[in-house]
């Protein structure tokens, strides 16, 4: 049964990773969380519809599907492929009941930015089309200017909107972490032209670690570190986000501890720090 104080909570497959998603399903139902946003490895050698089928069975909502994305390349045939197999994505939400996919666009060091922004632009406008159909949104998440070199080209709430602008669709919009964006000067202003737009498709939390150790898989639980985690969502609900607050966490640390225990301490940092 769902906690009422935790039913806008949504956890990421991938900040439990050991689990397998049967029992994640099984420990996020038994806490009480509302959601699961699931990462496609997660589904590997199991039918999306059936998977689906438990969250849901379990009392779950299946906020959205990680990740599509990386269209960038100085390889057209890589464009090519790339493309096709975000179509795939977005069947597979389909199939599994996902409302939202979550784009990572890419980045290639072979070529500018420019270039790989371009790219960026040209796929995402070819599969908008087929989501809409499928009912599936797509949203552009900006990641930190750290990862420009190959995960993403677009790192800036800035360059999101301005994609959104020209692709013109109303299934594509953003996702906003906290963990990517927290150090941008104009991300106030940038979150209320997104509210302006009703673009706002989802809003991911965990904090940054100071040191940190590992500029991929080092991010803390919300209030283990230097985000200001809640004046950041207070931004976004007066944007007119509504939607389930997504705790995302990748820790080569906490990924070896057991795993309850950091669920229930992600739950109280949910409690007091967001």
């Not at 087929?130 to 800036?156: C, F, K, Q, W």
């Amino acid at each position: 049964m769902i906690d009422p104080g935790l039913s806008r909570l949504c956890i990421h497959t991938i900040t439990n990773k050991p689990w397998a998603i049967e029992t994640a399903i099984e420990e996020y139902a038994r806490a009480g969380i509302g959601g699961i946003t699931v990462w496609r490895d997660a589904l590997d050698g199991r039918g999306p519809a059936v998977v689906g089928k438990r969250i849901r069975d379990a009392g779950l909502a299946v906020v959205s599907l990680c990740r599509g994305g990386f269209f960038a390349s100085a390889n057209p045939v890589a464009r090519s492929e790339a493309i096709r197999e975000n179509l795939s994505v977005i069947l597979q939400a389909h199939e599994l009941g996902a409302p939202l996919v979550v784009l990572v666009c890419g980045a290639d060091p072979a070529q500018p930015l420019e270039d790989s922004r371009a790219q960026i632009l040209e796929g995402v406008s070819a599969i908008a089309g087929e989501a809409a159909r499928l009912g599936v949104r797509l949203a552009i998440e900006p990641l930190h200017p750290m990862y420009a070199d190959s995960r993403s080209a677009i790192n800036t709430l800035e360059q999101a909107n301005d994609m959104c602008d020209l692709i013109d669709i109303p299934e594509v919009g953003v996702a906003i972490d906290v963990y990517h964006l927290f150090w941008d000067p104009h991300l106030a202003r940038q979150i209320e032209r997104c509210g302006a737009a009703k673009r706002i498709f989802a809003f991911h939390v965990s904090d940054w670690l100071t040191p940190t150790r590992d500029l991929l898989n080092d991010r803390g639980i919300m209030g283990d570190g230097c985000i200001p985690i809640r004046a950041i969502r207070e931004q976004v609900a007066r944007a007119g986000f509504n939607g389930q607050t997504e705790v995302e966490i990748f820790s080569t640390s906490l990924w070896a501890t057991d795993q309850r225990p950091y669920l229930d301490r992600i739950i109280d940092a949910y409690r007091h720090h967001v």
